[in-house]
């Protein structure tokens, strides 16, 4: 079964502090690897997809990197409305494979 | 282009009691998936509608049911509620459903259960 791990649970930063968002996964064959974010009482907003070790994505202060176990949301100088949960999820190559969700990061960046 | 729309935004609903949920993909998405999202779970998996046939399923009791109609509006249906089904019940759209797509969400809704 597909799995995905996303650490930490929370993160506080202050504004302009850069940092790095870790997701972890076990799946057997990678289809791709999704990014989200996602405001209080608001559904999951697209951000990146990764399909293959090595690849990157650059949106703004936001860059998705991708290994064969791991991805990582980097945020470069934040501010405060990068605050938000970031969602990773992955799909397999298996038969209609479905996305399998991390719990979901909590970033919070004060002025 | 509109988004994908879900009604209604906030429910509440007695023990025992059923529920029917609403959601309009994106126009031109003819897949449609839904997930359970509490504080403690995350985000969970329950179906997904492709062209009006269940594709996929999750590990849900047969309480949770949906179906897809053939202009693509999917509703989702929870009979006899239970406490623990309070939480944000999401939608998701793609366009074909074959293979690798993005899904894009709805706002949810809000279902506590009393």
């Known amino acids: 079964e597909d799995q995905v791990t996303q650490s930490p649970e929370a993160l506080r930063l202050q504004e302009g502090e850069s940092s790095s968002l870790n997701c972890s996964y076990t799946v057997s064959g990678l289809r791709g690897l999704f990014w989200y974010r996602q405001d209080p009482g608001k559904g999951p907003e697209f951000l990146f997809t990764?399909?293959?070790a090595g690849e990157e994505k650059e949106k703004e202060r936001l860059k998705a990197t991708l290994t064969k176990k791991e991805s990582f949301l980097h945020i470069t100088a934040p501010k405060p409305e990068d605050s938000a949960t970031y969602l990773c999820?992955?799909?397999?190559?298996?038969?209609?494979?479905?996305?399998?969700f991390g719990k979901g990061i909590t970033l919070s960046v004060r002025p | 282009k509109a988004g994908v729309t879900q009604t209604p935004r906030y429910l509440i609903k007695t023990r025992g009691q059923q529920v029917t949920l609403s959601c309009s993909p994106i126009s031109g998405h003819r897949s449609v998936s839904w997930y359970q999202q509490t504080p403690g779970q995350g985000l969970q998996f329950l179906f997904e509608?492709?062209?009006?046939?269940?594709?996929n399923k999750g590990n849900f009791p047969g309480r949770f049911s949906g179906r897809q109609f053939s202009n693509s509006r999917s509703e989702m249906n929870v009979s006899t509620l239970e406490l623990g089904d309070s939480a944000l019940y999401l939608c998701?759209?793609?366009?074909?459903?074959?293979?690798?797509?993005?899904?894009?969400f709805g706002p949810g809704t809000r279902l506590l259960v009393l």
């Open positions: 999820a992955v799909q397999g190559t298996g038969a209609n494979s479905k996305l399998t």
């Open positions: 990764l399909y293959s």
């Open positions: 509608y492709f062209s009006e046939t269940q594709r």
């Open positions: 998701a759209s793609s366009i074909a459903g074959t293979g690798l797509e993005t899904q894009y």
